[in-house]
């Protein structure tokens, strides 16, 4: 239904202002009337390009459901072409490949398909066998278009190269055809493109516009580069969190691609950039790829040297983070080849030099680009295929760089979080163990810390290093990969005479971290009695059934889908209560955060009380225990009891648009919908200060880019705090609450309180005090006579000096130059506070931000960056503004480049903090919680904010 809707509208809004557009003889060199292939002729009975669309590709960028309309139409009419939906995105628009192959290739697909995975997997293939299939196998190609989907030259040179493929006559085209599958992916983000191709049309007026500022080439919030929430699907590809990546994942790895094109666009003002990338390169790219990088970008630039078209490699892009498309293509197996064209539409673009240049002549760059890779692809499909295997023989080698290293993740209560990772885990093909008992071995922890003859429990998962996908799995799982000294020199470089870096995107990803899954980098071989983890086959146990009545249900807090659980009971209108404290109830234990259900809560219920717990368990896969006491063994909370906290439902609101983040306010939404699974509502920025806020009891307000809120939003939710709600700031957000002006946060930033800094690290004294308190010597407390000697906080810094005021000032410029671009630092979280249920002792927090968050005394702060732990032969000194005391070591980077100087900013900053505002409460995340739905570590404190708010901190009113 939607996707019928979705069509007739694109088709109206593309035709309709067409005809009314005016000739555009004003602006000599519109028109750009170059063939896109010379001299071929194509077969006449696959329809042309133009009888379907009704233009020329190239002369406007064609809608989703024009493209989808040439690719039936093409495969229906070509005996070289068919099409396989491999997916569907959010707004249900399907995502295709085109097989493009001779008939010949495509009566053995099955066969072919059969032969590369073979030959993928070394394990037990001989030489023999290995020349055979080689001498078989046609050469396959992935060539995929405009993931971003604002950057469309990509998709519209797709339909160009399909067309020209499935229809090209002569010993070319059938050469190429014959030697290679050609898998064509013209159009990665459908949704993205169509949003932003309708922003164009609301935006084109009746005379031709080749300014590139304008709206009818820019767009505006949230523009098209991201999915339908807000995902960069560029990103995506070690994540797996969206149905067009994972639909791909699939897809792509079945042909165990050789080469992987990757086309975008870039600033308008731009030339064409290819690869290879520039340094830092990823160590775990495999080596050769430099070679054939080479030998590649030599045939593009020939092929665009014919046309007198400029071009450059390097310079800004770098791959060293690998959720790229082109870089995910080359973990697996193939050369990857990013494109980026200089990115307009329509009339295309007046340069400096005051020439035009057209969108078809753009569209033309990405067709040549596509057909020359191919054509390299052609003449070396045997000498890439020696090159990887020899590769994929090394990484299974007992003697190979991955051998003797296995990454261990501890069991963990958590389980709906460690079936996530697994699934992540076979999406990308990994093969996974289990620990079938328990076993010794050394290795390194996620903080850093080597060991030695460390036990590694039974059931714990065992991912060894060495299998097919070696690369891979290295780069997803290492705990680190270190740039080289050179790198790091030239960056430092960068840094001091620019004031800025040049990291491109994170530093740091490694999957257990993000995931807040403790985990272990062993140099050991697979255990023997490990065996091939297989995913429980049954759903989760329904709970044993008790005698008589119960009293309640329990599901157990430490699980993250908890949460979910909760928040969906009490939409569906039942009352909700969840455990300050662990608890033993009947004889077993449950986490703190616990979720209880009890019949005397649930009084006006309509409905099966029991069933409805049940089923809502049941969806998550997770287990309602039936309870048959509510009285606590021993001290234990009692389920009547002030630890059994009653929840009210959350009423949602997420603002939207303005300068906020689309990233972040997508990856939010997306956690709504699809992790909690319960309602909310959007507000736009622009009209928040007409809204009626009493509507909601909790509002989030994500990361921010630019702008700012009004000073009549901020009034006004200062009364709405006051009358009993949650305020969520996250990010550039929550920054913008922390200025005194505000008046809603005493949380403040570094630079603003450096003059009261003694009262920030007393505070974190005082926490670390609490932390450490042991039993109390009897004789001291109960001595009868005065004590003369006390033990205070600040007396852990009282030899420490601090600089004046404008050498700290001067510091702080200096090390902010130095701040993270995505690393993993270590937090400590405060195991009493509701907001860290599920995240005991520590939790791993992505740091990509400048800065920093203060909180003393006033302020509670559950999650703090940096864990202590003991140095005996160190003595007390500063680590920036706060002090390690005597004896003591404060660890803080996981993993990712943090230099000196940001440990320094960064150490004991507050990252989640909470405040009482009348009878309500506000909630700071000094950076995203959900950042692009991969950080489930600190997922699970925004969840505790969003559900559990309304009821743990704020005070709300009995409806009399
Ligand atoms: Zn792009």
């Known amino acids: 239904m939607m996707k019928k809707l979705i069509l007739l509208l694109g088709f109206a809004l593309i035709t309709a202002p067409a005809g009314a557009q005016p000739a555009p003889t004003d602006l000599p060199g519109l028109s750009y009337d170059v063939e896109f292939f010379e001299g071929i002729s194509y077969d006449p009975a696959v329809p042309t390009p133009e009888s379907l669309l009704g233009y020329r590709i190239g002369d406007q960028a064609a809608f989703p459901a024009e493209i989808e309309r040439c690719l039936e139409a093409w495969a229906a009419a070509s005996p070289r072409a068919a099409l396989v939906e491999y997916a569907r995105s959010h707004e249900d628009r399907a995502l295709y490949y085109m097989i493009l192959t001779s008939p010949e290739n495509h009566s053995r697909l099955g066969g072919i398909k059969d032969g590369l995975k073979r030959l993928a997997d070394p394990r037990g293939l001989s030489d023999a066998e290995a020349d055979q299939l080689m001498a078989e196998l046609p050469g396959t190609a992935w060539l995929a278009y405009s993931i971003h989907g604002d950057e469309t030259s990509g998709s519209d040179a797709a339909m160009a190269v399909i067309y020209h493929l499935a229809a090209g006559q002569g010993e070319e085209v059938e050469g190429l055809l014959d030697d290679l599958v050609v898998l064509i992916d013209p159009m990665m983000n459908p949704d993205g493109r169509h949003r932003f191709l309708q922003q164009i049309v609301e935006h084109r007026g009746a005379h031709p516009n080749v300014d590139d500022q304008s709206l009818m080439h820019a767009g505006y919030w949230p523009w098209g580069r991201t999915n339908h929430y807000g995902f960069d699907l560029n990103r995506d590809w070690i994540l797996g969190v969206n149905p067009e990546t994972r639909g791909r994942i699939r897809a792509a790895a079945g042909w165990h691609p050789q080469l992987f094109v990757d086309a975008h666009e870039m600033g308008a003002q731009n030339s064409y950039l290819f690869s290879p990338a520039r340094d830092p390169k990823n160590p775990n790219v495999p080596g050769n790829r430099k070679k054939w990088n080479g030998i590649f970008a030599r045939d593009q630039s020939k092929a665009f040297d014919r046309y007198h078209w400029v071009y450059y490699a390097g310079e800004w892009n770098e791959g060293w983070y690998p959720g790229y498309s082109d870089s995910w293509g080359e973990y697996r197996g193939a050369v990857g080849i990013l494109y980026e064209q200089a990115g307009f539409v329509e009339d295309g673009v007046r340069r400096l030099d005051g020439s035009i240049h057209t969108y078809r002549e753009a569209v033309h760059h990405q067709a040549v680009s596509s057909i020359a890779n191919l054509k390299t692809l052609q003449a070396n499909v045997e000498g890439l295929r020696r090159d990887v295997l020899a590769e994929r023989r090394e990484a299974v080698s007992a003697q190979g760089p991955y051998s003797r290293r296995v990454f261990a993740i501890l069991p963990t209560p958590n389980r709906s979080r460690q079936q996530r990772f697994l699934d992540l885990m076979e999406l990308q093909g990994i093969e996974v163990y289990e620990a079938g008992e328990e076993f010794t071995a050394s290795g390194i922890d996620q903080l850093g810390r080597s060991f030695r003859n460390r036990r590694v429990a039974a059931g714990s998962l065992l991912i060894p290093n060495r299998q097919p996908e070696a690369h891979l799995v290295a780069t997803m799982l290492e705990f680190e990969t270190r740039m080289t000294p050179e790198y790091l020199k030239r960056e430092r470089e960068e840094i001091l005479k620019k004031g800025r870096g040049t990291i491109y995107d994170l530093t740091a990803w490694n999957l257990t971290m993000l995931y807040g899954l403790n985990a272990l980098m062993l140099d050991a071989e697979l255990p023997g009695n490990a065996k091939r983890y297989s995913s429980p086959t049954s759903n989760a146990p329904a709970g044993e059934p008790v005698g008589g009545s119960p ?256 050498e700290l000032e001067r510091r702080d410029r200096w090390q902010r130059m130095f701040m993270p671009r995505g690393a993993i630092l270590a937090a400590r979280t405060d195991g009493e506070h509701w907001l860290t249920f599920g995240s005991e002792g520590s939790v791993p927090v992505l740091y990509s931000s400048s800065r920093v968050f203060m909180s003393a005394a006033d302020v509670e702060t559950p999650v703090r960056v940096g864990v202590f732990g003991d140095a005996p032969d160190a003595e007390a000194a500063r680590a920036g503004w706060s002090v390690v005391p005597t004896g003591q070591e404060l660890r803080l980077r996981m993993s990712g480049l943090l230099w000196p100087e940001a440990t320094q900013r960064l150490a004991n900053a507050a990252l989640v903090t909470r405040e009482r505002q009348g009878k309500g409460q506000i909630i700071l995340f000094a950076v995203p919680a959900t950042f692009r739905a991969s950080t489930p570590a600190t997922e699970r404190l925004l969840m505790n904010a969003l559900v559990y708010g309304p009821g743990f901190g704020t005070g709300q009113a009995i409806k009399p």
């Open 551 to 806: 009293v309640g249900w329990v599901i157990d807090g430490a699980d993250d889908a908890s949460v979910a659980a909760a928040a969906r009971m009490m939409e569906r209108g039942v009352g909700v209560r969840v455990a300050r404290r662990a608890f033993e109830l009947g004889g077993k234990s449950f986490a703190r955060g616990s979720v209880v259900v009890v019949p005397n809560d649930n009084r006006t219920f309509e409905g099966d009380l029991e069933a409805t717990v049940r089923s809502s368990a049941g969806e998550l896969s997770l287990v309602a225990e039936a309870l048959s006491t509510g009285l606590g063994d021993g001290d234990l909370p009692d389920i009547g009891g002030s630890h059994f906290v009653r929840l009210e439902p959350p009423r949602i609101a997420l603002l939207s648009r303005g300068g906020l983040s689309v990233y972040d306010s997508g990856s939010i939404r997306f956690t709504l919908d699809h992790r909690l699974g319960i309602r909310h509502s959007d507000l736009a920025q622009e009209s928040f200060d007409f809204s009626d806020l009493r509507r909601y009891n909790v509002i989030v307000l994500p990361d921010r880019r630019f702008g700012e809120l009004t000073e009549t939003s901020i009034k006004e939710l200062k009364i709405w705090m006051q009358a009993g709600g949650t305020l969520i700031a996250i990010g550039g957000s929550a920054a913008e609450l922390t200025g005194k002006e505000s008046e809603l946060s005493k949380v403040r930033q570094l630079p603003d309180v450096l003059e009261e800094l003694d009262a920030y690290e007393q505070q974190v004294l005082r926490e670390w005090m609490a932390a450490r308190v042991e039993a109390p010597d009897p004789e001291t407390v109960w001595s009868h006579t005065a004590a003369t000697e006390l033990d205070y906080p600040w007396s852990h810094a009282a030899e420490l000096e601090r600089p004046d005021k404008e």
